[in-house]
């Protein structure tokens, strides 16, 4: 199957065209879309059929293959701390809940000042994992 970009695609007149690695542009109606899709951004990396068209080639059964970054993709990197910083602060965390492990052993829970502490310490590290 023919790979190439989209070069252009206009989703209020429901066409666009895709600049094939090979150098034909080709025809991309919204009816090749994948499901789901009602637009597609210029520069995404496109997998799709052709047949003859009444004007020429034109792309069906398209699939994505890597789409651009979103917005939203590029905030959540933009919130998460650099990796080597949490490398660090993962074995912090590591060191903080073995303590809280070793109390639990004696059969103690830790002390309310410092289960708010250990709780606090989590929330913070699960935001982290999920760019919250």
């Not at 080597?84 to 309310?112: C, W």
């Amino acid at each position: 199957m023919p790979t190439g970009k989209v070069k252009f695609y206009d989703a209020d007149k429901g066409f666009g065209f895709v600049s094939g690695d090979d150098g034909e542009d080709v025809f991309l109606p919204a009816a090749a879309l994948p499901e789901g899709s009602t637009t597609l951004k210029a520069g995404t990396r496109l997998e799709y059929s052709v047949a003859a068209g009444r004007r020429g080639a034109q792309a069906m059964h398209v699939r994505v293959l890597d789409p651009l970054p979103s917005v939203a993709e590029a905030q959540l990197a933009k919130r998460r701390r650099p990796a080597e910083e949490m490398a660090v602060i993962v074995e912090d965390l590591i060191k903080l809940l073995d303590k809280t492990s070793n109390d639990f052993r004696r059969g103690r829970y830790p002390d309310k000042r410092e289960a708010a502490k250990v709780a606090s310490v989590l929330r913070a590290v699960a935001g982290q994992f999920d760019g919250a």
